[in-house]
Nanobody, 126 residues
């Protein structure tokens, strides 16, 4: 069973940058495509960004394009979410997710991810 542990959340001001990390253990990291999702207070969890196993393809929600990027370091079994120009409405719990697959493309669908981290809180003050 793979384990995912997010870190890097915290309190920032609007316009700031933040990098979240997700360390993966328990299985071969390259077997997984990875995604980041978020859930704001009172809202449903939503897709943010995703990446395939070799970093050759990524996918981003329209709301974060040009500001957020995803990357992975397969040698460190870690996936990152780089967030720039943060907005107050992006205050949320951010979750890392892993999907064991042989598919080449990243996934934007929550139901395709079998493994989830516990989440890390990001609070953006205005």
């Amino acid at each position: 069973q793979v384990q995912l542990v997010e870190s890097g959340g915290g309190l920032v001001q609007a316009g700031d940058s933040l990098r979240l990390s997700c360390a993966v253990s328990g299985d071969s990291f390259t077997n997984y495509r990875m995604g980041w999702f978020r859930q704001a207070p009172g809202k449903e969890r939503e897709f943010v960004v995703a990446i395939n196993w070799d970093e050759s393809m990524t996918s981003s929600a329209d709301s974060v394009k040009g500001r957020f990027t995803i990357s992975r370091d397969n040698a460190k079994n870690t996936v990152y979410l780089h967030m720039n120009s943060l907005k107050s409405e992006e205050t949320a719990v951010y979750y890392c997710a892993a999907d064991p697959t042989t598919l080449w493309t990243p996934s934007r669908q929550q139901y395709e991810y079998r493994n989830w981290g516990q989440g890390t809180q990001v609070t953006v003050s205005s």
